[in-house]
């Protein structure tokens, strides 16, 4: 594995151990990790059973799996004929490409600032998952079902993990992240990699790239009246007043672009 991830390993299995001594998995367990995909397709999809919701379209997952490259990510990588580059740049670089975490970092949810999942051989097949935007679940996933969710202010969800991908932002830094690289994630394509036949990444521009994914979200206007929407406006928009609840909110902020 490469070396980037190795530091993170050693660290994490250190802390493992000293929470194990300390018998303090309270505190310890708390740091979010990627689990996977699995149960984000049981709820987020129009077949679920599981879920009843005035809040969103319940099509997140189909349009994901059936109309978004992301979830390609991981796939373009395995050694198989059709995947031409990537066996060239495995033979250029000198090695498996679909295992390195110099590639993983983008192309699946192997970061070099975390501990490497301990699921990630059953989970990298899914690419550019869900939790690569949302943030790593393992935090957040049990509370975020609930209806008193939508109170929630954004950064409390963020200290679960979750990002908040409604505030430009931060979604900036997301798609960033991989669209042009992070050195702390280790997301960074190398010269090396360049020379290699990797794709010159083309720029990335906020507004167009969100058109095309396509989105799977309704913004503040087409979801309409939902419960509890007061408290999740005072929550998201702290600066305008909530007594007033934004009935007529400015074109610009019910947008996808501005917070939605
Ligand atoms: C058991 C069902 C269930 C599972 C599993 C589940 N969700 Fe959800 N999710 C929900 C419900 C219900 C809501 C809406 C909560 C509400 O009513 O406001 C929601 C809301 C969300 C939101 C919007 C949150 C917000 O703050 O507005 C995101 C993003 C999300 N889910 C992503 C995920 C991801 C990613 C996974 C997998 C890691 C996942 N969910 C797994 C049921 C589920
Ligand atoms: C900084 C993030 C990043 C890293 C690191 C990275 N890639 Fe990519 N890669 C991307 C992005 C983003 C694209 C899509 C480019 C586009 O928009 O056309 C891509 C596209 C590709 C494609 C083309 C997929 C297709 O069919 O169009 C291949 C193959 C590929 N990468 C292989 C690799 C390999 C092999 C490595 C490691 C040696 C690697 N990448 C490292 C971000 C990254
Ligand atoms: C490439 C990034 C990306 C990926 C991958 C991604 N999302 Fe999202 N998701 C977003 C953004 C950005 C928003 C919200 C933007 C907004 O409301 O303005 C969003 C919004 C949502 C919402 C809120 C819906 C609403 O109507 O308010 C849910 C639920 C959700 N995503 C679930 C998922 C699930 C489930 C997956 C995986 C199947 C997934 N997302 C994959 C970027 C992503």
């Known amino acids: 594995m490469h070396d980037l991830i190795r530091p993170t390993r050693l660290l994490a299995n250190a802390l493992a151990v000293c929470c ?23 709820c987020h999809s129009s077949d679920t059973v599981a879920v009843k919701n005035d809040f969103m379209a319940l099509r997140e997952v ?18 198989k004929p059709e995947n031409e580059l990537a ?3 495995s033979r250029a670089l000198g090695y498996a490409v679909h ?6 970092s983008c192309h699946a ?11 990630f051989d059953s989970i990298k097949e899914y690419g550019v998952t869900c939790e690569s935007c949302h943030g790593p679940s ?18 409390e969800k963020e200290a ?29 394509i190398t010269h090396e990699m360049y020379a290699a036949g990797h794709p010159l990444l083309p720029p990335i521009e906020l507004v167009s790239f969100t058109e095309r994914m396509p989105p799977h979200w309704r913004n503040l206007r087409e979801k309409g009246d939902f419960l509890l929407r007061r408290e999740f406006l005072a929550a998201n928009y702290p600066a305008w007043d909530a007594s007033e609840a934004l ?4 074109a610009v902020a019910a947008s996808s672009w501005g917070r939605s």
């Open 99 to 104: 295992e390195d975490g110099r590639c993983l």
């Open 20 to 42: 194990w001594l300390a018998n303090a998995p309270f505190v310890c367990g708390e740091t979010p990790s990627f689990v996977g995909n699995r149960d984000c397709i049981l």
């Open 109 to 119: 949810n192997l970061r070099a600032d975390m501990a490497p999942p301990p699921n």
């Open 247 to 250: 009935q007529d909110m400015p």
């Open 138 to 155: 393992s935090e957040w996933e049990d509370p975020h079902k609930t209806l008193a969710w939508r109170g929630k202010r954004p950064q």
């Open 87 to 89: 066996n060239q740049m």
């Open 62 to 79: 189909e349009l994901w799996y059936e109309d978004d490259i992301h979830n390609d990510a991981y796939a373009v990588l395995v050694p």
């Open 160 to 188: 679960l993990g979750m990002v908040d991908v409604r505030d430009p932002v931060r979604r900036a830094q997301q798609y960033f992240s991989c669209h042009i690289g992070n050195e702390p994630q280790g997301k960074l």
